[in-house]
C-alpha cells in the first residue's frame, strides 16, 4: 500500500507564497516521476510541474517564472513552491508519484487525496 499526503495548501492574498509538499509513504522500491496537478472548480484536473527522479523538470506554461517543484529523494517528498500567486491559481492541488513498490514489478501512478489553495482578493 502507497500513500501520498499533501500539505501546505491555504488562503492567500496578492503577491502572497505558497509551499505545498507531499509525503510518499508505504510499499516504495523506488519512485519515479512526481508532479503537481490542480483541479479548478468546473475544469479538469491539469499538470502543474513535474520532476524526474534525475531532478529535469517541466511546468505548464501559466506557472513558468512563479512555480518551483523539488523533490528530496532520501525523504520520499516533492514540493511546489507558489510564488506570484494570482486568481486563476484557486485550485485543489494534486500530488502525483509513479511508484515501484517492489524490484522488477510494475510502475504505478499513484495520487495524493489533495489540498485547497484559494486566493483572496
Known amino acids: 500500500q502507497v500513500q501520498l499526503v499533501e500539505s501546505g495548501g491555504g488562503l492567500v492574498q496578492a503577491g502572497e507564497s505558497l509551499r505545498l509538499s507531499c509525503a510518499a509513504s508505504?510499499?516504495?522500491?523506488?519512485?519515479?516521476?512526481m508532479g503537481w496537478y490542480h483541479q479548478a472548480p468546473g475544469k479538469e484536473r491539469e499538470l502543474v510541474a513535474v520532476i524526474s527522479s534525475g531532478g529535469s523538470t517541466d511546468y505548464a506554461d501559466s506557472v513558468k517564472g512563479r512555480f518551483t517543484i523539488s523533490r528530496d529523494n532520501a525523504k520520499n517528498m516533492v514540493y511546489l513552491q507558489m510564488n506570484i500567486l494570482q486568481p486563476d491559481d484557486t485550485a485543489v492541488y494534486y500530488c502525483?508519484?509513479?511508484?515501484?513498490?517492489?524490484?522488477?514489478?510494475?510502475?504505478?501512478?499513484?495520487w495524493g487525496q489533495g489540498t485547497q489553495v484559494t486566493f483572496s482578493s
Open positions: 508505504g510499499s516504495i522500491f523506488s519512485i519515479n516521476t
Open positions: 502525483h508519484a509513479k511508484i515501484l513498490s517492489m524490484r522488477g514489478g510494475p510502475l504505478y501512478g499513484h
